[in-house]
């Protein structure tokens, strides 16, 4: 394993998924992890994170020297530059300096161990306020800008490494380059590490796990439930078994996907629940966004909780696991930790125990969202599954504004399947982030069309671009698929007489409209 030592502000989750795409299995851990503990994870190689602090300030993360002694090989970027520099003797100053963005950078020694091969001058990201002005001692200074006389040193002998600039981002045009650099020619690291490796280890590790036990996957219809399922299933075969409860919001032909597609790929056992109706009876004269919300996720646990009580029924109490499709960023988030949680299901309905523990399995809480679909893709999920695009939980109930019923909801899958059809066939499926389509139920504005003046609902379509859904800014999708959507959507969607785009980023704006 690489460790990225995490100093916040999120470059380490970056910085793993880069060492991954360089086939080197990386874990972040956070910056206040005694060192100790560090080594106990035997590293083949440790990197520093950038971090928001100057290493001057009070209270700036610190680490023990130790980390530079152990004989692991050490690549320090921006703020673990910096602290690298300082600890071992290097100076770093408060110039006032700053450099900011784009930077050119001078290579001073082309065949050094990180910048063999790559140009002299060369593109870099940076974002500092303190520069270094002398490497440590043992160190040679390997590039330069014209702000920072220290902007990279190295020394082979300890296999210690720094750059004050950014290699993870892609305006740093040779990053990746100079990160395999470190890895494969300083730290000496074999790159092995593919998706292929993480299917064979979690299921042995899902089989030791459950051993002849059984367990239930509860799928969405999103890419995280399917591929956590199709995992499990591949290890433990008939003992899960998966739910998918019906509520009515989801797209057109997506529940279609998991019954037919997902089964047939996998070949798991699938219970379908119907609760379409009791959806609607529940949000039956609701308009308010946040009741909306509330009542479908209390129905969906209800529902849930009542199918798994009645698979505990059929096949015994020994149904001890559950699946979840946790992810790498969900775990670094919430702080990390590698134990497997319990979760107590606390059942209203009558029947069997009250309070059944159930062991969490969460065969993607080592993945990035980009190495699930591959995971998915060499299980044999289709294309369709694997390369969803988010959609949310709720569905498509906070995508009418207004009350919620079947006629609306109908009508939102017509015109929704159109837009999603056109975004397809103009191939910008991989461009935008996602595309809600909204419809105005509540509104009404006067149109003609044939002979006849028509008297219907608009419908807002979303496209925006995002990185990971906190920010987004609204897609500039080109005219004549906008155009395209909006005639087939007015001619073919009864009830809907104007299409409308929504032009706003985020913030302030939400993605979805409620
Ligand atoms: P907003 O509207 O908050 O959405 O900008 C950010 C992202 O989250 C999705 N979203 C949800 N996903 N359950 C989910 O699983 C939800 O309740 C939910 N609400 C919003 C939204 O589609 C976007 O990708």
Request: hydrophobic share 40%; charged share 25%; aromatic share 6%.
């Amino acid at each position: 394993v690489v460790l990225v030592v995490d100093f916040g502000a999120q470059y380490a989750q970056l910085i793993a998924r880069r060492v991954r795409e360089a086939r080197v299995y990386s874990e972040i851990v956070p910056s206040t992890m005694p060192v100790a503990e560090m080594l106990a994870k035997n590293p083949k190689a440790i990197i520093l994170s950038g971090g928001p602090s100057s290493v001057y300030a009070e209270g700036a993360p610190r680490l023990d020297r130790a980390i530079f002694e152990a004989g692991v090989p050490v690549f320090g970027m921006c703020y673990g530059f910096q602290l690298m520099a300082t600890t071992l003797g290097g100076t770093v100053d408060n110039t006032g300096a700053r450099e900011y963005g784009r930077t050119d950078l001078h290579v001073s020694r082309a065949g050094s161990t990180l910048f063999e091969g790559t140009p002299v001058e060369q593109s870099v990201w940076m974002s500092h306020g303190d520069a270094c002005s002398a490497a440590p001692e043992g160190f040679s200074v390997t590039a330069s800008t014209d702000v920072v006389p220290v902007a990279a040193f190295e020394n082979d002998e300890k296999k210690l490494y720094g750059v004050q600039y950014h290699p993870e981002v892609l305006h740093s045009t040779h990053g990746q380059q100079i990160l395999e650099h470190f890895l494969y020619r300083g730290a000496g690291i074999e790159p092995s590490w593919t998706t292929g490796n993480v299917i064979e280890e979690q299921v042995a590790a899902i089989r030791a796990q459950v051993g002849d036990k059984r367990a239930i996957c509860g799928l969405s219809g999103g890419v995280d439930s399917a591929v956590a399922a199709a995992l499990v299933q591949k290890a433990i075969g008939s003992q899960l078994t998966c739910v998918y409860v019906d509520h009515g919001l989801m797209r057109k032909g997506e529940t279609e996907q998991v019954e037919k597609d997902f089964v047939a790929a996998t070949g798991a056992n699938l219970v379908v629940v119907d609760a379409q109706e009791r959806f609607l009876d529940a949000l039956a004269g609701v308009s308010d966004p946040e009741t909306k919300r509330k009542i479908i996720g209390r129905e969906f646990i209800r529902v849930f909780e009542q199918a798994q009580l009645e698979i505990l029924q059929e096949e015994g109490p020994e149904v001890a696991f559950l699946v979840q499709g946790t992810l790498y960023p969900d775990i670094v988030e919430s702080g990390g930790g590698t134990g497997t949680a319990n979760i107590k299901s606390h059942h209203n309905v009558g029947g069997l125990p009250d309070d059944i523990e159930f062991q969490l399995v969460e065969p993607l809480r080592q993945l990035f969202k980009d190495e699930v679909r591959m995971v998915g893709q060499e299980l044999g999920l289709p294309e369709e599954i694997v390369q969803r695009q988010p959609f949310p939980g709720p569905g498509l109930g906070i995508r009418i504004v207004g009350e919620v019923t079947k006629e609306r909801l109908d009508l939102l899958r017509e015109a929704d399947a159109i837009a999603r059809e056109e975004l397809t066939a103009a191939g910008l499926d991989r461009e935008i982030w996602q595309c809600p389509v909204v419809l105005l139920a509540d509104v009404r504005s006067v149109g003609v069309q044939g002979d006849g003046r028509t008297y219907g609902h608009p419908i807002v379509l979303r496209p925006v671009s995002s990185e990971d859904a906190m920010t987004a800014d609204w897609s500039r999708l080109p005219y004549e698929v906008l155009a395209k959507i909006s005639t087939r959507i007015t001619n073919e969607v009864a009830d809907v007489n104007r299409v409308v785009l929504d032009v706003t980023s985020k913030p302030p704006g939400t993605i979805e409209w409620e």
